[in-house]
């Protein structure tokens, strides 16, 4: 994901592109995290739950777009299941062909803004919305995000940056 459209560029160049995290990750180059110590998941914001404060308003957005994104990688494997579950035969050439075609599909078919079945069909089934059961992942170290203190600067600048703007332009 590329740093918030509106952030002034100078401030996000720094850091480039990230990925949106949970809170089992550090907030670290390349990594953006939630608030730990605050609501995070979907399922309390549904419940009519509205933010506390300036971090609860960053971590409900983080949230959201985590389970889109989730929500959209899950919709593209089960459309292609043969990225799942790839031949033992195919070469990694043969591979990245296979992801990159499908993904472009994918994403074809999510800009013409016609009726997607598969999407309307995960829409309508909370059991295969992510996060949605309120499980909480870790990191590749197995260190959960409460324990794990090794945030960076420059991450929380971006982080801090992305706050403002959304308190700013009150984005819900």
């Keep these: 994901m590329r740093p918030t459209k509106g952030l002034p560029a100078e401030n996000a160049s720094s850091v480039g592109e ?19 110590g605050c609501t995070y998941h979907v399922p309390d914001w549904r419940r ?21 994104i989730e929500r959209t990688f899950g919709v593209w494997k089960a459309r292609w299941p043969l990225i799942c579950d790839m031949p033992v035969g195919y070469s ?21 803004n ?30 959960h995000g409460d324990t794990c203190q090794h945030d960076d600067g420059d991450m929380d600048h971006v982080r801090t940056l992305i706050r403002d703007h959304i308190v700013t332009n009150r984005i819900r």
């Design 48 to 68: 009519g739950r509205q933010p506390r404060n300036n971090f609860e308003c960053f971590n409900k957005i983080h949230s959201s777009l985590r389970c889109t």
């Design 92 to 112: 990694m050439e043969t591979q990245k062909g296979l992801v990159t075609a499908t993904m472009a599909i994918h994403n074809f078919i999510r800009r013409s």
């Design 18 to 36: 990230y990925y949106l995290v949970d809170a089992g990750y550090p907030n670290i180059r390349g990594f953006l995290a939630p608030y730990k």
């Design 114 to 143: 016609m009726p997607d079945i598969a999407f309307g069909f995960y829409d309508t089934r909370p059991e295969f919305m992510p996060y949605e059961r309120g499980v909480e992942t870790t990191a590749p170290n197995g260190v």
